[in-house]
């Protein structure tokens, strides 16, 4: 870490370097978990405080080396805010920027692109009512057609139309998208987004015919993804998930 770096970790709140934990510690289950496209997706958290600052990787560092302190800090119209000798991903940009402008609910944005949920993203009728892991996502699920690399400022508001107040975003034939009040709401919502998918991947591919649950459960689904993410179950598996980063590389708390 530079001179600038360092005056930059010393100069910020309590609050705000635990939040640059917790997202670091998010990029490294990305990358644990498999979900990470080299170095082209991106999660982001908002700031707290009155300034709509957001934090977000540094482009060009792979998400199993992310730390705290080398998270860019920007303000909403891409601006680094704080010292720092990373860019961004403009792309990136343009999709959290768009999500968090719009939605004051959403404290964490992570954006993959996953095998399993690109695969699903590029099939007609997208996810189904496959498996219980499904039921929880299709509670709150939303679809996006492609435009193209998320370059373009006026994709935004069609972005946002299509999210809604959604937690789970299908960007079609690109990927998976989750909003979340805390970064550990977003991470497991993405677990069971793409574990959804890649159940049905693996059902598909089995050639059997299959059977999915039956409509009246799959209309309860609201239920169950106020009963496993809205409760206490994100919470209670985040302490869990970081031992198991502590276990085997703590350095993202740096």
Same mark, same amino acid.
């Given at each position: /870490?530079?001179?600038?770096?360092?005056?930059? %970790? +010393?100069?910020v709140s309590?609050?705000?370097?635990q939040?640059?934990?917790?997202?670091?510690?998010? &990029?490294r289950l990305?990358?644990?978990?498999?979900w990470?496209?080299?170095?082209f997706?991106?999660?982001?958290a908002?700031?707290?405080?009155?300034?709509h600052?957001?934090l977000?990787?540094? &482009?060009? /560092?792979?998400?199993d080396? @992310?730390?705290?302190?080398?998270?860019?800090k920007?303000? *909403?119209? #891409?601006r680094?805010?704080?010292?720092?000798p990373?860019?961004?991903n *403009?792309a990136?940009?343009?999709?959290?920027?768009? %999500?968090h402008?719009?939605?004051?609910?959403?404290?964490?944005v992570l954006?993959?692109h996953s095998?399993?949920g %690109?695969?699903?993203?590029? +099939?007609?009728q #997208?996810?189904? *009512?496959?498996s219980?892991?499904?039921?929880v @996502?299709?509670g709150s699920?939303?679809?996006h057609?492609?435009?193209g690399?998320?370059?373009?400022?006026?994709?935004? *508001?069609?972005?946002?139309?299509?999210?809604g107040?959604?937690?789970?975003?299908?960007?079609?034939?690109?990927?998976l998208?989750? %909003?979340?009040r805390?970064?550990a709401?977003?991470? @497991?919502?993405? &677990?069971?987004?793409?574990t959804?998918c890649?159940?049905?991947v693996?059902?598909?591919?089995g #050639?059997?015919r299959?059977?999915?649950?039956?409509e009246?459960?799959?209309r309860?689904?609201p +239920?169950?993804l106020?009963a496993?993410?809205?409760? +206490?179950?994100c919470?209670?598996?985040?302490?869990?998930?970081l031992?198991?980063?502590?276990?085997i590389?703590p350095s993202?708390?740096?």
């Amino acid at each position: /870490m530079n001179d600038a770096g360092i005056a930059h %970790v +010393q100069a910020v709140s309590a609050i705000e370097w635990q939040r640059r934990i917790d997202l670091a510690a998010c &990029y490294r289950l990305v990358a644990l978990f498999g979900w990470d496209d080299l170095i082209f997706t991106h999660v982001s958290a908002r700031v707290p405080g009155p300034d709509h600052h957001f934090l977000i990787n540094p &482009y060009g /560092m792979t998400f199993d080396e @992310v730390r705290a302190s080398d998270l860019v800090k920007v303000d *909403p119209h #891409g601006r680094k805010v704080s010292p720092s000798p990373y860019e961004i991903n *403009p792309a990136g940009f343009t999709i959290h920027s768009a %999500v968090h402008a719009a939605r004051e609910d959403a404290a964490c944005v992570l954006h993959v692109h996953s095998r399993n949920g %690109v695969a699903v993203s590029a +099939q007609d009728q #997208g996810l189904q *009512p496959l498996s219980q892991q499904a039921m929880v @996502v299709l509670g709150s699920l939303a679809y996006h057609d492609y435009e193209g690399i998320a370059l373009n400022d006026d994709e935004k *508001p069609r972005l946002v139309r299509d999210l809604g107040m959604h937690r789970f975003l299908m960007l079609r034939n690109h990927g998976l998208l989750t %909003v979340g009040r805390s970064i550990a709401e977003a991470f @497991v919502e993405m &677990y069971f987004f793409e574990t959804a998918c890649a159940i049905q991947v693996k059902a598909q591919s089995g #050639g059997a015919r299959l059977r999915a649950i039956a409509e009246p459960i799959v209309r309860g689904a609201p +239920q169950q993804l106020e009963a496993v993410l809205k409760g +206490q179950g994100c919470e209670l598996a985040w302490p869990g998930l970081l031992r198991k980063l502590d276990r085997i590389d703590p350095s993202y708390k740096t």
